[in-house]
């Protein structure tokens, strides 16, 4: 079982970056997918972006060019880098990693997920 922290949430004014991390509690490098999802109030989960074990990256239309998906193998870390972000990023973020190397924008192709992290962007 592998367990997925998110931190480096909070609240920054548009135009702002923050970046999120996302530590696995198994330090062993998996060649997974990861990604991260978000839900903002009274919508559904969305994807937000996700990297595959080699580095192949893919987004959300809506955060293109502007937020950037890493990930550190040797330690099992995912990060989130968001810049000029917009009130309508504010949400919680989550991240998630599955059990295959396949990188799918999918909610259900994610096993393990983090317990979310909360970003509000202020006009």
């Known amino acids: 079982q592998v367990q997925l922290v998110e931190s480096g949430g909070g609240s920054v004014q548009a135009g702002g970056s923050l970046r999120l991390s996302c530590a696995a509690s198994?330090?062993?490098?998996?060649?997974?997918?990861k990604a991260w999802f978000r839900q903002a109030p009274g919508k559904e989960r969305q994807f937000v972006g996700g990297?595959?074990?080699?580095?192949?990256?893919n987004y959300a239309d809506s955060v293109k060019g502007r937020f950037t998906i890493s990930r550190d193998n040797a330690e099992n870390t995912l990060y989130l880098q968001m810049n000029s972000l917009k009130p309508e990023d504010t949400a919680v973020y989550y991240c998630?990693?599955?059990?295959?190397?396949?990188?799918?924008?999918?909610?259900?192709?994610?096993?393990?997920w983090g317990q979310g992290t909360q970003v509000t962007v202020s006009s």
């Open positions: 990297i595959n074990w080699a580095g192949g990256t």
């Open positions: 998630a990693a599955s059990s295959s190397g396949l990188l799918s924008t999918a909610e259900n192709a994610y096993t393990y």
């Open positions: 198994r330090r062993t490098f998996i060649p997974n997918a």
